[in-house]
């Protein structure tokens, strides 16, 4: 069940839209969003405005991809513009084919167009088996795949359920450049805290309060001394002036962890501002044996200290 104290029942779900983008497939992946009334939007900005706004009950957008990194825009909004929470996380194996009108031949395309993501991610391929087109940005996959539905000698590149769903022919299956490439998405509501589930993830954005030397460091170290692990740190400009960064943290383990919490008050307290932007279930089945091997020494820790304070006074 969806997650969320936007809506004791949440009903209507903003996502990149038109129809057939890789955002729906992922999205369509998760039973009980699918459930809900879609609504497709031009722009990542845009579900994400039309979550914060009220407009729609819950937001869904592409945060990661394997090959490209990080999506920046997406990044940028949650950290900077918006007051969103993180409610879950969905990982999808990306496979990119190039699609046009049904009786178009390699020898008939003229241009190409796609996300300007999914552009760079087949620029082998284009150069190979299209050396002489243009290759034009588009919104979304989908929304390239609409151009070429109206366009002779125009081909996108996207998802199989793009050109089903725009009546293309696939001319060229599973083209990107390297194989195993994945996007991460992410579902964002106004408020809710998914409760743990033994597996989760949480997202930080760390703004130091002074830049001097040794400060990340020390920033880490508090990771470090707890046995938190991290699998992404990446630095983002704040917007303000020229060489200042923030730096967005994804760790493993989830808010209500003792451990966690502690950790996170640590940082706030001694050396950054923290802007939580959520503790949620994580895609895949990854080992939390670490994680729970420091949790019991900090309750052990814990319970040692309280036995000690109980007697003052």
């Known amino acids: 069940m969806v997650s969320s104290s936007n809506l004791?029942?949440?009903?209507?779900?903003?996502?990149?839209?038109?129809a057939g983008t890789f955002?729906?497939?992922?999205?369509?992946?998760?039973?009980?969003?699918?459930?809900?009334?879609?609504?497709?939007?031009?722009?990542?900005?845009?579900?994400?405005?039309?979550?914060?706004?009220?407009?729609?009950?819950?937001?869904?957008?592409?945060?990661?991809?394997?090959?490209?990194g990080t999506v920046n825009i997406t990044l940028d909004a949650l950290a900077f513009d918006h007051e969103l929470l993180i409610q879950r996380e969905v990982v999808l194996d990306i496979r990119l084919n190039l699609m046009a009108t049904p009786g178009t031949t390699m020898n008939d395309i003229t241009a190409?167009?796609?996300?300007?993501?999914?552009?760079?991610?087949?620029?082998?391929?284009?150069?190979?088996?299209?050396?002489?087109?243009?290759?034009?940005?588009?919104?979304?996959?989908?929304?390239?795949?609409?151009?070429?539905?109206?366009?002779?000698?125009?081909?996108?590149v996207g998802p199989a359920l793009a050109a089903?769903?725009?009546?293309?022919?696939?001319?060229?299956?599973?083209?990107?450049?390297?194989?195993?490439?994945?996007?991460?998405?992410?579902?964002?509501?106004?408020?809710?805290?998914?409760?743990?589930?033994?597996?989760?993830?949480?997202?930080v954005v760390l703004t130091q309060r002074e830049d001097k030397p040794g400060s990340l460091v020390a920033i880490l170290q508090e990771f470090a001394a707890r046995s938190i692990n991290l699998s992404?740190?990446?630095?983002?400009?704040?917007?303000?002036?020229?060489?200042?960064?923030?730096?967005i943290v994804d760790l493993d383990g989830h808010i209500g962890d003792d451990l966690i919490a502690d950790c996170l008050r640590s940082i706030r307290a001694k050396h950054a501002d923290?802007?939580?932007?959520?503790?949620?279930?994580?895609?895949g089945n990854g080992s939390t044996a670490t994680r729970d091997e420091a949790n019991t020494a900090w309750a052990e820790a814990d319970a040692w200290l309280g036995s000690i304070r109980r007697q003052i006074g």
């Open 232 to 247: 992404r740190l990446s630095s983002r400009p704040v917007k303000t002036a020229l060489g200042d960064y923030c730096f």
């Open 23 to 68: 955002t729906e497939q992922a999205l369509l992946s998760q039973p009980d969003l699918a459930d809900l009334d879609l609504v497709p939007l031009p722009k990542f900005v845009d579900v994400l405005q039309a979550t914060s706004d009220g407009e729609v009950d819950l937001g869904f957008v592409a945060i990661e991809n394997a090959i490209e």
């Open 164 to 203: 089903e769903k725009h009546g293309l022919e696939l001319l060229a299956t599973d083209i990107a450049d390297h194989p195993g490439n994945q996007t991460r998405f992410v579902l964002v509501g106004r408020a809710g805290v998914p409760s743990p589930s033994g597996h989760d993830k949480t997202t």
């Open 112 to 156: 190409v167009a796609s996300h300007p993501v999914a552009n760079a991610q087949v620029r082998g391929f284009i150069t190979k088996e299209l050396p002489d087109v243009d290759v034009k940005p588009a919104n979304s996959t989908s929304d390239a795949a609409v151009i070429a539905a109206q366009t002779p000698g125009l081909a996108a």
């Open 8 to 18: 004791s029942s949440p009903s209507r779900i903003a996502y990149l839209g038109p």
């Open 274 to 283: 923290v802007k939580f932007l959520g503790s949620y279930p994580a895609a």
